[in-house]
C-alpha cells in the first residue's frame, strides 16, 4: 500500500498525479475515465509526450488520502501506465480571532 500522508478526513487537499506512460491512443481517454468515475474534474491535466513515452501530470481535489490512494492504484493498473507517483499540497484555512 501507499505511504501517503494520513489526512483521512481533508478533502481541501490537492492532490497532484504524475504518470509515466506509453505513447499509445488510448491511454488519455482510459487515465480521464477513472477521474470521471468518480464525478472528479482535473484543476489541471497536462500530457507531453517524450523520450519515447507520454508524461501526464494531473492536479484534483475533493478527495481524502484513502481515495486519493485508490485513485492512484487504479492509474497504477493501467495497461500503458508505467509509474504513477502522488503528492499533496495542503491548504490551511487562516485562524480568525
Do not use: K, N
Amino acid at each position: 500500500m501507499s505511504s501517503l500522508p494520513d489526512h483521512s478526513t481533508d478533502t481541501a487537499s490537492l492532490w497532484c498525479y504524475s504518470l509515466l506512460a506509453g505513447a499509445e491512443p488510448g491511454v488519455l481517454p482510459r487515465v480521464i475515465g477513472e477521474l470521471a468515475r468518480r464525478g472528479l474534474v482535473p484543476l489541471r491535466f497536462d500530457a507531453v509526450r517524450a523520450q519515447g513515452g507520454l508524461g501526464i501530470d494531473i492536479e484534483v481535489q475533493g478527495l481524502d488520502a484513502m481515495q486519493a490512494a485508490h485513485v492512484a492504484e487504479r492509474l497504477r493498473g493501467l495497461p500503458e501506465v508505467e509509474r504513477v507517483l502522488v503528492s499533496t499540497r495542503i491548504f490551511a484555512e487562516e485562524a480568525r480571532a
